[in-house]
């Protein structure tokens, strides 16, 4: 049987979710910003699903606005905050996600001073560098990951959030990887500014949420309609809201448990791996993700690994899923030291919640049978 180990890429669809959004596929069918009987079936799908995310990630359902997903999240979040400002600096996480880093990188045409915030060898910001940064005003927005996508490690963004709020600047984090995985409190974690995605928790593709504390202004990315408080115009999609509600439910409800057995199965995953001869797993010494692991073995390259693994039934990734195909080495891997022989040579596994632990033994028996190519390092 074929197992699937890419859960940060994305989620299958959990059937319960799937059941909750049936009938708003077939009905109710109506605009749900129509003031009618249908209009309001519809709107009142919409609403629960806000109270069952605003449940699940720790903020108001006032502050919720959907998305098309994470990416646009993440781009209304930068592009929106600094729409409204006289250009001054925005900073981001070296190891951030391509849509912040590049959604950042976009503003220097505006007139912003952009700069990428240093991290160390275990993917941690450099915190000194960080606090030198700060200081030189003015600054507009910080933008900062709570787990990476690739190596899972998580950053202090309570301790980041001081500082930046010492600056009288705005935090934006981007927690796509996180909800349903760590507990999330956005009132308590001092983000003023949050983005999620609902196919990273067993939801539908398509959506997502950016949440704004009410102090934040922003401007739309889209214009032409009055949903979202204005802030992002267009019919919503009803069902795929419907959709990531239920799933934020289900994750809060699962949470501790499915946490506790990922850990365990990525601690079985690492064992291992350190059994096998020339493996470097990356960051194994900070906090990370329960379901994250990533690592290279000497003598290959991560794309062709992963081809191999694949013939071999095993779905994994060579870093983010959006950045792939692109034939580079982990720019999170690179910003973070290490070589770029090396860092091409990453593979990661992202367990999932149906995952089982023979399915990790025949992975790890799988790298086993594997042979380095000819001319690699001993």
Not at 13 to 21: F, G, S
Not at 130 to 146: I, Y
Not at 269 to 297: D, K, M, W, Y
């Amino acid at each position: 049987m074929p197992v699937y180990l890419d859960h940060n890429a994305s989620t299958p669809l959990d059937a319960r979710v799937l059941e909750a959004m049936l009938p708003y596929l077939s009905g109710p069918y109506a605009n749900a910003s129509s003031l009618h009987r249908y209009g309001r079936a519809a709107r009142d799908g919409v609403e629960q699903a806000r109270a069952q995310l605003a449940a699940l990630i720790g903020c108001q359902p006032q502050e919720i606005i959907w998305t098309s997903g994470g990416t646009e999240a993440n781009n209304l979040a930068l592009k929106g905050v600094t729409e409204l400002a006289t250009p001054s600096r925005v900073l981001y996480g070296a190891t951030e996600h391509p849509s912040v880093m590049e959604a950042a990188e976009s503003l220097h045409a505006r007139g912003w001073g952009v700069e990428a915030i240093a991290v160390d060898a275990q993917g941690l910001l450099d915190w000194p560098r960080f606090e030198a940064q700060l200081q030189r005003a003015p600054l507009r927005l910080v933008s900062l990951m709570r787990a990476n996508n690739e190596t899972g490690v998580i950053q202090d963004i309570e301790r980041a959030a001081a500082l930046v709020h010492a600056q009288q600047a705005w935090l934006h984090v981007d927690a796509v990887q996180t909800a349903g995985k760590l507990p999330l409190d956005f009132a308590n974690l001092g983000a003023d500014l949050l983005s999620v995605s609902s196919h990273k928790i067993y939801g539908p593709k398509g959506v997502g949420a950016l949440v704004v504390n009410a102090q934040v202004e922003l401007s739309p990315l889209l214009h032409g309609g009055a949903q979202e408080r204005g802030l992002r115009g267009g019919t919503e999609n009803v069902a795929a809201i419907v959709g990531f509600g239920a799933a934020a439910q289900l994750a809060g409800e699962a949470l501790a448990g499915r946490s506790a057995r990922l850990l365990a199965l990525r601690g079985q995953l690492e064992a291992g791996l350190r059994e096998l001869p020339g493996v470097t797993i990356f960051a194994e010494h900070s906090a990370r993700l329960p379901n994250t692991l990533q690592f290279a073995l000497d003598g290959y390259d991560g794309e062709a690994l992963l081809m191999q693994l694949d013939r071999k039934g095993f779905a994994v990734s060579s870093g983010s899923a959006c950045a792939s195909g692109k034939g580079e080495p982990s720019h999170v891997l690179l910003a973070m030291g290490f070589a770029r022989e090396l860092a091409k040579g990453a593979i990661r596994v992202s367990l999932g919640k149906d995952n089982q632990p023979e399915e990790v033994s025949r992975f790890i028996e799988a790298l086993r049978s594997f042979k380095p190519r000819a001319g690699a390092p001993p």
